[in-house]
């Protein structure tokens, strides 16, 4: 039999989402385990909609080979910190460094930041049933920029909640082939990805996308352009600008010829527009990259 203790960060989830977490069980395993009433929350049956509150005590009557194994954090507890709370925190991604762990890399912005926050006592994964701080938002590897990360359950609920809801607004910075004219325009089109090229197509069909930019800057040959999604598709910046004919310096993938340290492209600035909930204190609250900080783009865009 496994059995917990419901936290902070486990309260308000479904039984069999937190089941699925908290252990190494199958989801075949454990939603049988329900039709068989083989889970109690306080002595009692549930179903796997039952909503876990703090303090409950659920068993599974279940294989203990199926515990989960013992999170460890081995990752460099190395982080660029440009705003911090008791529930978030804002940092600067470096150009190279993956936001996820995958395949190629193990070493992670995501990976950076549990070790960042265990080292500091603010998280002890020994503690968590189901929860680790996570990143509300994601760069490309050859991005630089602000990335969020949640530091507790009902944090990362709110602020992925804002996120999907535009309440949170994320500008950008990026050297262009050429200047985009008129200098400023909202485009509006439709983006699709082919997962086995890792190539995003605007315009014939997937989902829709829109973007505003405005030029900065130009010397002719390129320009420093701002830009705010509205939309975070998949390469969005990348593949929308080489569709109006300007493609970003030093992306190959989008035809700006080979690439020489990846696109030049940084999410430099956040504004919050959450006004309810946990997170209502971030309300009309703007971060920015540091001036002093190492990024070009923004050091060359106000001189």
């Excluded at 709370?85 to 940092?91: L, R, S, Y």
């Excluded at 990143?135 to 709110?158: H, P, Q, S, Y």
């Amino acid at each position: 039999m496994l059995s917990f203790i419901i936290n902070k960060n486990d309260a308000g989830k479904r039984a069999d989402k937190f089941l699925l977490r908290a252990t190494d069980a199958p989801a075949s395993l454990i939603y049988r385990a329900f039709r068989r009433k083989d889970i109690k929350v306080n002595k009692k049956w549930i179903k796997e909609s039952y909503i876990l509150t703090e303090g409950d005590e659920l068993a599974a009557y279940i294989s203990d080979e199926f515990a989960k194994k013992e999170k460890t954090v081995s990752a460099p507890a190395e982080v660029d910190i440009v705003y911090e709370d008791e529930n978030i925190a804002v940092m600067n991604k470096p150009k190279g460094l993956p936001s996820q762990p995958d395949k190629a890399h193990s070493d992670a912005l995501s990976e950076r930041f549990k070790a960042y926050l265990s080292k500091k006592g603010e998280y002890r994964p020994s503690e968590e049933n189901s929860f680790s701080p996570a990143l509300c938002n994601r760069l490309d590897t050859n991005t630089a920029g602000l990335v969020i990360g949640a530091k507790n359950a009902l944090a990362l609920r709110e602020m992925n909640e804002a996120i999907k809801a535009r309440r949170v607004r994320k500008f950008y910075l990026c050297r262009t082939v050429g200047t985009p004219s008129p200098a400023s325009a909202t485009i509006n089109s439709t983006i699709s990805k082919d997962r086995e090229t890792n190539r995003s197509t605007v315009g014939e069909g997937g989902k829709e996308i829109s973007t505003t930019y405005r030029v900065l800057k130009s010397d002719g040959d390129t320009a420093i352009v701002e830009i705010e999604l509205h939309t975070g598709r998949s390469h969005q910046i990348r593949a929308q600008m080489a569709a109006i004919g300007h493609p970003l310096v030093g992306d190959g993938k989008y035809g700006a010829g080979p690439a020489q340290g990846g696109q030049e492209l940084t999410a430099y600035k956040i504004a919050f527009m959450t006004d309810s909930g946990l997170l209502r204190y971030l309300a009309g609250k703007e971060i920015k990259i540091p001036l002093q900080g190492t990024d070009a783009l923004q050091r060359d865009s106000i001189h």
